[in-house]
């Protein structure tokens, strides 16, 4: 009986979706000839809740390797939404059942980024055999070296930075250069080595702006007539860094600058340091055209593995690249986690052996240095409340009287204050580190 599969892409469109979806499909036909048929579902999980798809043959899939984009078309349908019913009254995780079942799917791949990935694991709880393929030109996905997609935005982002070069230095300008990623600052920072980028603003890393135009000020007694930036989308500062993202996001709004930080850090610099400053934008020309040579390799790996796990029917997981090879993890064990660049990150340390100002690193040790005094003095307290030494619990609501319900019950918790705050993130490590105590 031949074994029909299923392949959607969903979400941003990128480099190399159309040579993975061929890497599948030529590697299925090789390894299953006729015992295979390929159904290629429309527009993402959209098609797959509406049942628009339709049978593909192996000439489907000739001369897209080169092809930037998806044949397939893509669309995002945000993950919070598949449980809401909304006016169109349809229930959507019923609906792609539906069409599942109604194509006789023996299988389904996703190809996506982190939002795709959340509905693959749960499709995936709902029974139905998925596999994941991770892409995204933010390099985000947990559990993976590398994307695919990304090494392309890199090169992309890269030459975006080399021809400002040269208009910042004839003009003796500051450019700010606002590179793509929104919780993850990989793009940015491999772009901005790879382009020589002066100053790099990352998410992960919330940035001084006192800082920021005291290195451009730097460059300029140093000689430098010109500073290049190069701020992630996502990129937040100090005080915003305290607040939720609904908070600085309104914040940001009101006061006009829209919802990235590169224009008020653009106007920012001018005015403190009397220096020339523009915006440079690429946008989505950094997730479009033909995908680069190693995105093609990347891709046609991890579109054969993915016939492989097809071909030996295992499910519920999700391609990755670790340690330079092909592997697989489970769905339920990457879904909804954000791979971040780490405070350890080599190429941070790169960066600043480089002289490249990330304008980041006393506020990230001072937090450190803050949550280590912090878990020593919770520490202390909570020794001298078993040794009996102390009457004062600790509770969610703060300091109580000891009371018998409050011993039984007291406990203390110490959590992020960024919303979505991930422990496995290094910003949030130190202050995870004590969820909960509770005394006997």
């Known amino acids: 009986m031949k074994k029909r599969v299923g392949i959607l892409t969903s979400g941003g469109d990128c480099p190399g979706l159309n040579a ?3 890497g599948v499909a030529k590697a299925l036909y090789a390894r299953m000839g006729d015992n295979v048929e ?14 628009d798809y339709k049978e593909m043959c192996e000439d489907d899939f000739r001369g897209i390797l080169t092809l930037g984009g998806t044949i397939l078309g893509t669309k995002r349908t945000p993950f919070k939404m598949m449980r809401v019913v909304e006016d169109d009254n349809i229930d959507k995780v019923a609906a792609m059942k539906k069409t599942y079942k109604e194509a006789k799917l023996d299988c389904l791949l996703c190809l996506g980024g982190n939002g795709t990935h959340k509905t693959a694991n749960l499709l995936s709880q709902e029974g139905l055999n998925i596999i994941g393929l991770p892409k995204t030109i933010d390099n985000d996905i ?3 070296d590398v994307t695919f997609g990304f090494h392309t935005a890199v090169d992309i982002a890269t030459d975006v930075i080399d021809r400002i070069h040269t208009t ?22 491999y772009s901005g ?14 940035y001084d702006i006192d800082r920021v135009c005291s290195a451009v000020e730097r460059r300029a007694k140093k000689g430098s007539n ?11 500062n100090c005080e915003e860094a305290g607040m939720k993202r609904k908070e600085w996001m309104a914040k940001r709004a009101e006061a006009g600058f829209g919802t990235t930080a590169t224009n008020r850090i653009a106007q920012a610099v001018q005015k403190k340091t009397g220096m020339e400053t523009r915006v440079c934008i690429p946008g989505h020309m950094q997730r479009g055209g033909s995908p680069s040579a190693y995105d093609r390799v990347l891709a046609t790996q991890f579109g054969s593995y993915a016939a492989k796990l097809v071909e030996i029917e295992r499910y519920g997981v999700t391609v990755a690249m670790v340690n330079r090879h092909v592997t697989e993890n489970r769905l339920a064990d990457i879904a909804g986690k954000t791979r971040n660049v780490p405070e350890n990150c080599d190429l941070l340390t790169v960066a600043r052996r480089m002289g490249i100002s990330l304008v980041d690193y006393h506020l990230n040790a001072l937090r450190f240095a803050l949550s280590i005094f912090s878990g020593i003095i919770i520490f202390y307290w909570g020794f001298l409340k078993i040794c009996g030494f102390s009457g004062i619990p600790f509770s969610p609501e703060g300091s109580q009287p000891a009371d018998a319900s409050s011993k039984r019950n007291a406990v203390f918790r ?7 705050a991930d422990p496995g993130r290094p910003q949030s490590a130190g202050i995870c580190s004590i969820q909960k105590y509770c005394f006997r």
């Open 20 to 22: 993975t979806i061929r």
């Open 38 to 51: 390929i159904i290629g579902i429309l527009n993402g999980y959209s098609g797959l809740i509406n049942g």
């Open 142 to 144: 947990y559990g993976t």
């Open 168 to 189: 910042a230095g004839s003009h003796s300008r500051v450019m700010c250069i606002e590179i793509m990623g929104n919780k993850a600052g990989w793009l940015t920072l």
């Open 193 to 206: 080595i790879a382009g020589g980028a002066d100053i790099i603003l990352l998410p992960e890393q919330p």
């Open 226 to 236: 010109f500073s290049i930036i190069a701020v992630a989308e996502g990129a937040i």
């Open 414 to 420: 110490c959590t992020p204050s960024r919303e979505n």
